[in-house]
């Protein structure tokens, strides 16, 4: 199994900045693809950026130049920076990884994901 356990959620004022980390634990053996979604009430939920094992980046159109998504294979954790908030950036953030876990002496292939944080940008 993997948990993953999110932190740096919180309330911040419009253009305004805040850093999400999710640190993942387990019998981790390797860990691909790492992410970010997030879900606003009422909406359905969306992918927000992703990162590879090898650092390529990608972003949902609506964050690009604001939001940077890094991780850190030592730690076992994704980061994302999350700069000059808007209103509508406001909801659920979700972090996930795509793992190779050790069960039984197989090595299997499993997401995981963490527990959700809010993000509030309001002033």
């Known amino acids: 199994q993997v948990q993953l356990v999110e932190s740096g959620g919180g309330l911040v004022q419009p253009g305004g900045s805040l850093r999400l980390s999710c640190a993942a634990s387990g019998s981790i053996v390797s860990i691909y693809n790492m992410g970010w979604y997030r879900q606003a009430p009422g909406k359905q939920r969306e992918l927000v950026a992703t990162?590879?094992?090898?650092?390529?980046?990608a972003y949902v159109d609506s964050v690009k130049g604001r939001f940077t998504i890094s991780r850190d294979n030592a730690k076992n954790t994704v980061y994302l920076q999350m700069n000059s908030l808007k209103p509508e950036d406001t909801a659920v953030y979700y972090c996930?990884?795509?793992?190779?876990?050790?069960?039984?002496?197989?090595?299997?292939?499993?997401?995981?994901w963490g527990q959700g944080t809010q993000v509030t940008v309001s002033s």
């Open positions: 990162i590879t094992s090898g650092g390529s980046t």
């Open positions: 996930y990884g795509d793992f190779g876990l050790l069960q039984s002496d197989i090595i299997n292939l499993r997401r995981g």
